[in-house]
């Protein structure tokens, strides 16, 4: 199982969010994981609203984010830690308003999110799907079966479904 993790410390302040995004974008480089346009999207916008309801909703100096890939899996799980209590909530927004879609936002691109409460103040999270990962020479010395069945289905068409089911497509306006 090829799993990467990391966390890094960001200052609770409005410029640490592109800072969040950089600092994602840099260990997904270095850890070699392929990213699409849906991927990337999806992580930097789920950072992005996840640094920024800790900056703006809590107290306390610092963030910690924590990021974990499985890339067998094909996931990749963003972790945004404060000292604050209170979990995040859905707002409901008005048409003029510039806030209170973040969390919708997340709910929309995440495949799963969910926000729980730590001994020193809560985790909000969530997983973000990533594509097909290469087969590198590591894998391939390390778990020859596993590559050699990871060929077998990119050779034969076959996908590995998604671990959670798509959500049904919205009915087409005529």
């Known amino acids: 199982m090829r799993v990467c993790s990391s966390s890094f410390f960001l200052a609770r302040n409005p410029a640490s969010v592109p800072i969040g995004r950089q600092r994602l974008g840099r260990l997904i480089k270095q850890w070699g994981v392929r990213t699409d346009d849906d991927s990337s999207l999806a992580m930097n916008t789920v950072i992005s609203e996840l640094v920024t309801n800790a900056v703006r909703h809590t107290t306390g100096a610092m963030l910690t984010v924590g990021v974990h890939a499985n890339l067998d899996l094909r996931r990749l799980i ?33 495949l799963t999110h969910g926000a729980e409460h730590t001994t020193r103040g809560k985790k909000v999270w969530a997983e973000v799907s990533l594509p097909e990962q290469p087969l590198t020479r590591r894998r391939l010395l390390v778990h020859p079966r596993r590559a050699a069945r990871a060929v077998a289905r990119r050779l034969s068409g076959r ?16």
């Open 159 to 174: 996908r590995r479904p998604p671990i959670h089911p798509p959500a049904p497509a919205a009915p087409r306006a005529r």
């Open 78 to 110: 963003i972790e945004v830690y404060d000292g604050s209590q209170a979990l995040p909530r859905h707002q409901v927004s008005g048409p003029d308003e510039e806030t209170g879609r973040g969390m919708f936002l997340v709910e929309r691109l995440a």
